[in-house]
């Protein structure tokens, strides 16, 4: 199975900083993969596909990229609402692999 | 709007068996790949089972194989987990999420979960 190994595990910042959390993948997935955030108490919600791909409604501040077996996602402007735990996920192939999660803090 | 609303989630003893079941609507249940994602208490996501937009093919993690078997009514625009031999470490909420195509892709709509207890 493909791992995902996501860093940092927590992250702290303050409102308006400029976030970066890194995915990396055990072999290459191409751009085959996603970014979703979680809020406690809620369901995952999807951020970003095929990589760098925004989802329908999703603020424009969120983006992510790379390719192969290096991922990013980076919030350009952290909001009070953007404190949340983020997964990524791998879906190369059909058994999926999620990251170990970063939480996001207010600092 | 897309709705998936799960149910019967427990408390079972280990060892113990039960179904868990998934209603959608407000998309064409048919056209596209389902899949169960369960979080442990405290923890992180951890991808159970994928089902093809048909039934015809279907995957599991390696840590529920041979004791977990997703299946789907696409007549009742439903999805199913039958759990077997529960362990401890099946406790967990578990969600029903669409995937975004047929086959698998990105999860785009999540359930709210249902919540496993095995515990005697």
């Known amino acids: 199975d493909i791992q995902m190994t996501q860093s940092p595990s927590t992250l702290s910042a303050s409102v308006g900083d400029r976030v970066t959390i890194t995915c990396r993948a055990s072999?290459?997935?191409?751009?085959?993969l996603a970014w979703y955030q979680q809020k406690p108490g809620k369901a995952p919600k999807l951020l970003i596909y095929?990589?760098?791909s925004l989802e329908s409604g999703v603020p424009s501040r969120f983006s992510g990229s790379g390719s192969g077996t290096e991922f990013t996602l980076t919030i350009s402007s952290l909001q009070p609402d953007d404190f949340a735990t983020y997964y990524c996920?791998?879906?190369?192939?059909?058994?999926?692999?999620f990251g170990g999660g970063t939480k996001v803090e207010i600092k | 709007e897309v709705q998936l609303v799960e149910s019967g989630g427990v408390v079972v003893q280990p060892g113990g068996s039960l179904r868990l079941s998934c209603a959608a609507s407000g998309f064409t249940f048919d056209d596209y790949a389902m899949h169960w994602v369960r979080q442990a208490p405290g923890k992180g996501l951890e991808w159970v089972s994928l089902?093809?937009?048909?039934?015809?093919?279907?995957y599991y993690a390696d840590s529920v194989k041979g004791r977990f078997t997703i299946s789907r009514d696409n007549s009742k625009n439903s999805l199913y987990l039958q759990m077997n031999s529960l362990r401890a470490e099946d406790t967990a909420l578990y969600y029903c999420?669409?995937?975004?195509?047929?086959?698998?892709?990105?999860?785009?709509?999540w359930g709210q979960g249902t919540l496993v207890t095995v515990s005697s």
């Open positions: 072999q290459s997935i191409s751009s085959w």
């Open positions: 089902i093809s937009w048909d039934g015809g093919s279907t």
């Open positions: 999420a669409k995937d975004s195509g047929g086959t698998v892709g990105p999860l785009d709509y």
């Open positions: 996920q791998q879906y190369n192939s059909y058994s999926v692999t």
């Open positions: 095929k990589a760098s």
